[in-house]
């Protein structure tokens, strides 16, 4: 389809608009990960809807020291991944676009959650995404806006902002998307030498490898619940002929939960670290998806397993989402 380049907002509004339009917020560099956005709007927009792409480099939400200048930066290509995608509108706005008169004195506030594990490791960096996220709202004027839950603790800042402040728009999580052996997609990944992407599958490894605990315990759990709580539990065992097997599952399943997570995690990230060249982490917690606090051992619910490292000066993110309480581990 023909996708449109525009530089300012007020070109935006000046089209006529039909239907609703859902905007996908990007810095470029775009792959298939936000091709994957932008096709989810395609559709929640609808045939008569309008799909807006803003490629806009924030400065604020970078620190001292940080890539902002290495940034990669594609536009050409960015247009044409996103009019094979879906989007109507590229909206590629310059800096004094989106902060005319320089950095604004006037600034959102992550808060608490801000300030926890990504925000930590970044001072400020959350303060900067919501500053430039709720001036996108307020520049391309959607009625959805899409945002990847790969930047889970963003997403969440996001829901929080809007509900807090009242925007009127609908905030939508679209589901990572990964390289088929793992890796989720990233516009820093171009960064990584072969042997560095090699190591950076660490991530996404001590990722799957607490799911795979969680779903474990998960079954344990369900079994467990299967025999009897009475005197009769051995017998009830030894009929499904694996009265130990059993007996010692329902301990494992008991004694485990979220610290059992993090521990199966954790192995991989520790293994990872005597790699040439070795991962260096900077978290990983499990954490309640409302605030992002680490959850405890009777937590039951949504939560996130998130961990950030960096491979060489490459520093990536990722995340799974796990469900406590039921059997089963969504992935």
């Known amino acids: 389809m023909t996708t449109t380049l525009l530089r300012t907002a007020a070109d935006l509004h000046a089209r006529a608009r039909a239907g609703r339009r859902a905007t996908v917020m990007t810095m470029g560099a775009l792959h298939e990960g936000h091709a994957t956005l932008i096709r989810a709007a ?51 706005p310059s800096v004094d676009e989106v902060y005319p008169g320089g950095e604004p004195q006037v600034r959102i506030s992550a808060g608490p959650m801000g ?7 970044r001072p ?25 839950q790969k930047d889970a603790q963003q997403l969440a800042l996001i829901r929080r902002m ?5 925007f009127g728009v609908d905030i939508v999580g679209v589901p990572t998307v990964r390289e088929p052996d793992g890796l989720a ?29 969680h779903a474990a315990q998960e079954a344990l759990r369900a079994r467990a619940r299967e025999v009897p709580a009475t005197h009769a539990r051995v017998e009830a065992l ?7 097997a059993a007996a010692d599952a329902h301990a494992v399943a008991t004694a485990g939960g979220p610290e059992a997570v993090r521990a199966a ?26 605030d992002f606090t680490e959850i405890g051992d009777d937590f039951t619910g949504e939560a996130v397993l998130v961990v950030a490292a960096r491979v060489g000066t490459t520093r990536l993110i990722d995340n799974l989402p796990l469900t406590f309480g039921t059997l089963g581990a969504a992935s």
């Not at 927009?45 to 807006?52: I, L, W």
């Not at 001292?64 to 109507?88: K, N, Q, S």
């Not at 809007?162 to 009242?166: A, G, M, T, W």
């Not at 030894?238 to 130990?244: F, I, K, P, T, V």
């Open 238 to 244: 030894n009929a499904l002929g694996e009265s130990r």
């Open 185 to 213: 997609l990233s516009s820093r990944n171009r960064y990584l030498s072969a042997a560095e992407r090699r190591t950076a599958l660490a991530l996404s490894g001590a990722l799957f490898a607490g799911r795979d605990r």
């Open 42 to 92: 395609r559709d929640l927009a609808g045939a008569g809807g309008e799909v807006v792409v803003t490629v806009f480099v924030n400065p604020l939400q970078f620190g001292e020291g940080e890539d902002l200048d290495r940034y990669p930066r594609t536009l050409d290509a960015d247009l044409e991944l996103a009019g094979r995608a879906g989007a109507d509108v590229v909206l590629a």
């Open 265 to 290: 995690a954790r192995q991989v990230l520790d293994g990872a670290a005597r790699l040439t060249p070795p991962l260096t982490p900077d978290y990983l917690a499990l954490v309640d998806p409302s």
């Open 162 to 166: 809007v509900r807090d402040l009242n």
């Open 124 to 148: 400020g960096h959350f303060d900067g995404v919501l500053t430039v996220v709720a001036k996108l709202l307020h520049l391309t004027r959607p009625d959805i806006a899409l945002y990847g």
């Open 115 to 121: 300030e926890r594990l990504e925000g930590a490791a």
